[in-house]
């Protein structure tokens, strides 16, 4: 909702309790003037003003610049046939005009629309009309001119940085919006063409001597790679992906299994939303890859989930020879992003939390929690 709103609640309300006031200030005094029917007769038409434009107060966009000015007319005309129809020893000795407290409600709704400088320019035109039209420049009109220019001016400036607080708050949830959905882009191009990529280079750098063609594919796949990884962070953004149907999180982790690879679960399903348990389910595959990359030919995993009433626990761990400390910074920074997006980030994005531990000779222990509540809000990353 916009934080300008309840201002102009609040402008509408008063409009209305100003009408009251300006109707019973009137109903007490209305004999003492010279012609009181052409008093009455303005604020009948000041009430069914006031209540035909209460809908228009409600908000910027139906506030139009021909209701304020319809409005202002209404307030300078009732100032004017004040000073007609009013006994004149009553005006010298401070009489309210015929709106009184009713043409705040009108500064106020052009400090709404336009800000603190048309607040300023109605109320100069309203203090210009009591001086020339209503007793002229006497003490109590200038005291009151002066309150009526500094609250709309002071409601006018509240409301411009309203404005400009909200603006700046739509683009920072704009940019985070954005760069959480480039972070998803990235997982997913590290996890397919990525992989696939840094294979074929890797394959065409071992082929034998001749084999020119897979050396020149194994180059070529090297240069895509490179440009994908600078693509992840400035790339355009696909559409989101829709929400699936609950799934059961054994079923997404049991073709990780093989001869190297065992996975322990619970004996009755695990369901979790079908984006959660997909997320999950992708992040436990990128801990399995870089096992099988990076822990050595011999190196075996061992994955164990935990089905617990407030979260799941799914803990990946090897028995190859670890990492040093910071290994994983250098490695950010060169580009490679399976732990930093496939891992953590996807974990982040689910509201859980994603763990590493490793010593050199120790193997590497990778702790993967989501909240059974997750909604896809950050809850906090080790």
């Known amino acids: 909702m916009s934080v300008e709103l309840p201002l102009w609640r609040a402008i509408s309300s008063f409009r209305v309790l100003a009408l009251c006031y300006a109707l019973l200030r009137y109903f007490d005094s209305y004999l003492e003037f010279l012609h009181p029917v052409a008093g009455w007769i303005y604020l009948g038409a000041l009430t069914l003003w006031t209540l035909a434009s209460t809908r228009a107060f409600s908000g910027p966009q139906r506030c139009t610049w021909y209701v304020l000015t319809t409005d202002l007319t209404l307030v300078v005309t009732g100032i004017v046939m004040s000073g007609m129809i009013d006994d004149p020893s009553r005006i010298s000795h401070g009489a309210p005009t015929l709106p009184t407290i009713w043409a705040a409600g009108t500064v106020l709704g052009f400090a709404g629309r336009g800000g603190w ?45 309203a404005r400009a607080s909200e603006a700046t708050l739509t683009r920072a949830l704009q940019v985070e919006a954005a760069n959480r959905e480039r972070e998803r882009l990235s997982r997913d191009i590290h996890d397919g063409v ?29 240069e895509q790679e490179r440009a994908l990884r600078a693509l992840m962070s400035g790339g355009p953004l696909p559409e989101q992906r829709a929400p699936e149907q ?19 679960a619970p004996g009755t399903p695990v369901p979790l939303p079908g984006r959660t348990a997909g997320e999950l389910a992708a992040a436990v595959g990128a801990a399995v890859d870089n096992v099988r990359r990076h822990a050595g030919p011999g190196a075996r995993a061992w994955i164990l989930v935990e089905d617990e009433p407030e979260a799941v626990t799914v803990s990946i761990r090897d028995d190859g020879p670890g990492f040093a400390p910071g290994r994983l910074g250098e490695a950010e920074r060169a580009g490679r992003l399976g732990v930093s997006q496939s891992i953590r980030g996807r974990l982040l994005d689910l509201g859980g939390t994603a763990e590493l531990y490793s010593a050199p000779g120790e193997g590497v222990e990778v702790e993967l929690r989501v909240p059974r509540t997750a909604s896809g809000a950050p809850a906090g990353l080790l």
């Open 117 to 161: 400088r048309w607040a300023a320019a109605a109320g100069s035109v309203i203090g210009v009309a009591n001086i020339l039209g209503h007793g002229g420049a006497t003490g109590d009109n200038l005291h009151n001119i002066v309150l009526l220019m500094v609250a709309g001016c002071a409601i006018g400036y509240v409301i411009e940085l």
């Open 194 to 222: 990525l992989q696939v990529l840094a294979l074929v280079q890797r394959r065409g750098t071992e082929a034998p001597a001749g084999g020119a063609d897979l050396t020149e594919l194994g180059r070529l796949a090297g």
């Open 246 to 264: 609950p799934q059961d999180l054994r079923t997404l982790l049991t073709p990780y299994t093989d001869e190297r690879v065992t996975v322990s």
